[in-house]
């Protein structure tokens, strides 16, 4: 019967391991996807196909930083991302991981982080018969008075199995024997312990020693199992076992109790007397870990710390312990022990997530990192708040049990702080609180929402004419309060018209700088000043610009000599000459030099001074109105013709100047003009012909140029008749070139003060005569009207107050 009973049982743990060792597909109760596993998986094995299971898709795993958050120490198990599926990260052990719990449940989050979104998993792991039963002891002594009565029951040590369910121990076995059987009894939470029960009465005379063999088996595939030798000692007389007080005894302890204190005392009495009521205490059913925790003294009874209690590894220890006479009759009680929490353990944050750096334009409530918080400590010692530094621009928000996500409250600034230091502290409702921080801190990473700003709001440049092409006139500057790219700001013309050219054609601006150059060697002459616009424009997408006006005046240098207006210097290469009347007061008005200067302030202030005269101290030249004046009377050594060089000089530094040479022929009568005419003429140029430049200075009023014109064509009427007069002089106009005959150009008549200004011109240099109006002209009219004289060098035609004078 017992071995039917046998097959059945084996049969039926079988099945249940098949049960056990299937993987269990997924199924989701209330938010949460469930697999199973059997114990002692390897690393790397199967659990689920996560991926499947959750709808993501495989290819954006990677992408969207699908990960597993684990809430312990060790993490059991990873996440494939190449295939999706869940598997083992190491190998897994049910007895080290739940310890005798029935149900083993391993549990996780998977975190999506691009969603930020959480999803929570739990893993059975059941458990396989890979432990064997084992006694604490191979070798077991028993004492048993041959008065025992038949009957009697020996509690036998109980063989220990890690595994759980079918798994654990099921069955015991004693081998064949006459006096004893064994009887199994089934303990709380199924737990299965032996009895040797007596089946004959002892005789010690008979047989002294019984030799048994006892085996414990599980109810695995394999079945495993183990043996213990029991030694059984008949005695004599002692026929009463010790009696406990009570059946279970209760205390309770706080986990921070310090080693050697008491925890309970347990009591039990005999009622033989002398030697045979004497009991020992000794624990009968202890787990290794209680045994380092709780010693017992085996005389008194008393229950002691040895070890550290902490109610987060175990809140409720049970344990047997056993009250033995000399006569080895024993007794057995349960005793329980719980631990009381105590606020004896810091909560501590978990960033699962974060997210750096952070656009600064980001919009409020923005996930920038997600916290678990975790406090190992029960009740109210376990209950945690958490919050952040005021002051910030974050908050705290409860997004999925002890997740807490900090998102942003208002708008950032990277310019005004870029980067923050966010502290979070975690505190609990113990007494007293204890409390933890974490410290993140968030970059923040920048946007192109500030322009480049010049340093003025408008620039004024000077640069001086005349100034090499490619120099450097100014280097502007604009700063722009982003970062990176953003920051990097580059400048540039904007083109506009200036002078009737390009701007591009004057200016130059570097890009990356800000200097601006000159293209060309400005004159201050040609224009004054140049307006116009630089733009700054930083490297953001999209840009941002501003403009800045600029105004570069040109400085003036003194780079223009005087220019003579008058006199002026003739085109036919003839002389001006000037008259004078030897009969002029001192102070009498000769001729006006008459100077400009293209620059402007001091550089174009023109004095005049006489450099050079034939007589000394006759003439002066006033020192800012360049008037020629005599400075004294006409002698009769004076000289008839008389050369003034003149210097115009400006005041700039250093300064430039320009000199002409003024003629002045002195006479009261045209005789002595007429005698002196050859030492003005200038000699001619043996290597050209002669040539005939008339030129006509009508000198008063338009009726007299009327009256000219007629004169002129009646001589040249004259002279065509008159051909043969001119052959006999050897004056043949036809053998001269016809571009001989030229205007006189050059003369130029001036009328000053009671005076008429008649010039005479040469090849080489210009002179005037100036005659008075009382004396020169009735002296004219006088003398010569409407008459023509020819001397050797000269041809002279006089009509009414006009003198017409050709070179020969």
């Not at 302890?253 to 009622?271: C, F, H, M, Y």
């Not at 700088?513 to 116009?532: K, Q």
């Not at 004046?629 to 004076?638: C, G, L, M, Q, S």
């Not at 210097?647 to 009261?668: E, F, I, M």
Request: glycine fraction near 6%; hydrophobic fraction near 40%; charge should be negative.
């Amino acid at each position: 019967t017992r071995v039917q009973r046998g097959r059945d049982l084996h049969s039926q743990i079988k099945k249940v391991q098949f049960y056990f060792i299937l993987v269990t597909v997924w199924e989701t109760v209330s938010g949460q996807i469930r697999y199973s596993i059997p114990e002692e998986t390897q690393k790397g094995s199967f659990v689920g196909n996560i991926a499947k299971d959750l709808g993501l898709d495989l290819k954006e795993l990677p992408d969207r930083g699908v990960r597993i958050v684990a809430r312990g120490r060790n993490q059991y198990f990873a996440l494939n991302v190449k295939s999706g599926h869940l598997i083992t990260a190491e190998r897994v052990d049910r007895e080290q991981i739940c310890g005798r719990l029935e149900k083993c449940l391993s549990h996780f989050e998977v975190l999506v982080e691009d969603k930020v979104k959480l999803f929570a998993v739990e893993v059975e792991i059941t458990d396989i018969n890979d432990n064997a039963p084992s006694f604490q002891a191979k070798e077991l002594e028993l004492k048993v008075s041959e008065i025992t009565a038949v009957g009697t029951r020996i509690s036998l040590q109980e063989a220990q199995d890690a595994d759980v369910g079918i798994n654990s121990v099921q069955s015991y076995q004693l081998n064949d024997n006459k006096h004893f059987s064994l009887d199994v009894q089934n303990g709380s939470a199924g737990v299965k312990y032996a009895e040797l029960v007596l089946e004959r009465s002892l005789d010690r005379e008979t047989q002294a020693v019984h030799k048994l063999t006892l085996t414990a088996a599980d109810g695995g595939a394999p079945i495993r199992s183990a043996t213990a030798h029991i030694r059984v000692v008949v005695l004599d007389v002692n026929d009463n076992a010790p009696v406990f007080t009570q059946p279970v005894y209760k205390a309770s302890v706080l986990e921070n109790v310090p080693k050697g204190s008491l925890i309970i005392t347990i009591r039990a009495t005999d009622q033989d007397e002398g030697v045979n009521a004497e009991v020992s205490f000794s624990f009968r059913k202890i787990t290794e870990k209680a045994s380092q925790i709780f010693q017992l003294q085996p005389r008194t009874g008393e229950i002691s710390t040895v070890g550290d209690l902490d109610y987060e590894e175990a809140a409720l220890y049970e344990m047997e312990v056993e009250a033995k006479d000399v006569g080895d009759l024993a007794a057995r009680c349960k005793v329980m022990i719980t631990v009381i929490d105590v606020n004896d353990n810091t909560p501590k944050i978990t960033i699962t997530s974060l997210l750096s750096p952070v656009a600064e334009d980001s919009p409020p409530g923005t996930v920038i990192s997600l916290l678990n918080l975790q406090d190992k400590d029960s009740g109210q010692n376990g209950e945690v708040t958490c919050s952040i530094s005021a002051g910030l621009p974050f908050r705290l928000q409860k997004s999925f049990e002890n997740y807490y996500s900090l998102v942003t409250e208002r708008t950032l600034d990277r310019e005004r702080i870029s980067n923050y230091s966010v502290t979070i502290t975690v505190t609990d409702r113990g007494t007293p609180p204890l409390s933890s921080t974490a410290t993140i801190f968030v970059q923040l990473s920048d946007t192109n929402d500030n322009a480049p700003v010049f340093n003025q709001t408008s620039y004024t440049l000077y640069i001086a004419e005349n100034n090499p092409r490619g120099a450097s006139i100014c280097s502007l500057s604009a700063n722009d309060p982003d970062w990176g790219d953003n920051a990097r700001v580059t400048y540039s013309l904007i083109e506009g018209q200036s002078q009737e050219a390009p701007l591009s054609s004057y200016l130059s601006i570097n890009s990356q700088t800000g200097a601006i150059y000159a293209l060309r060697s400005f004159d201050y002459e040609e224009f004054r000043e140049v307006g116009f616009v630089v733009q700054a424009r930083d490297g953001g997408s999209p840009p941002l610009s501003s403009n800045v006006s600029v105004t570069l005046f040109i400085l003036d240098q003194n780079d223009n000599t005087p220019h003579i207006l008058h006199p002026s210097l003739p085109t036919d290469g003839s002389t001006g000459v000037e008259l004078a009347p030897r009969s002029s007061e001192p102070g009498y008005l000769v001729t006006k030099v008459v100077a400009v200067d293209a620059d402007s302030g001091q550089n174009a202030w023109l004095s005049y001074q006489l450099l050079k005269a034939t007589e000394p101290g006759l003439f002066a030249v006033g020192l800012h109105s360049g008037e020629i004046r005599t400075a004294r009377h006409f002698v009769d050594k004076d000289a008839l013709k008389q050369s003034l060089v003149v210097l115009v000089k400006d005041n700039g530094q250093p300064p430039l100047s320009a000199s002409v040479t003024v003629t002045v022929v002195v006479a009261d009568s045209i005789p002595e003009i007429l005698s002196d005419l050859s030492s003005l003429s200038a000699p001619a140029d043996p290597q050209s012909s002669l040539t005939l430049y008339l030129v006509i200075a009508v000198a008063s009023v338009s009726c007299l140029f009327f009256t000219f014109i007629l004169v002129l064509l009646a001589l040249r009427i004259r002279r065509w008749r008159k051909s043969e007069l001119f052959d006999s002089s050897s004056v043949t106009f036809s053998g001269v070139p016809v571009s001989q005959f030229v205007g006189i150009d050059g003369v130029r008549a001036f009328l000053h003060s009671y005076s008429h200004e008649v010039s005479l011109t040469t090849d080489s240099r210009k002179s005037q005569f100036n005659f008075s109006k009382s004396n020169g002209a009735n002296t004219l009219s006088s003398v010569i009207k409407d008459s023509i004289l020819v001397t050797e060098d000269y041809i002279f035609f006089f009509c009414s107050n006009t003198v017409l004078i050709l070179l020969w």
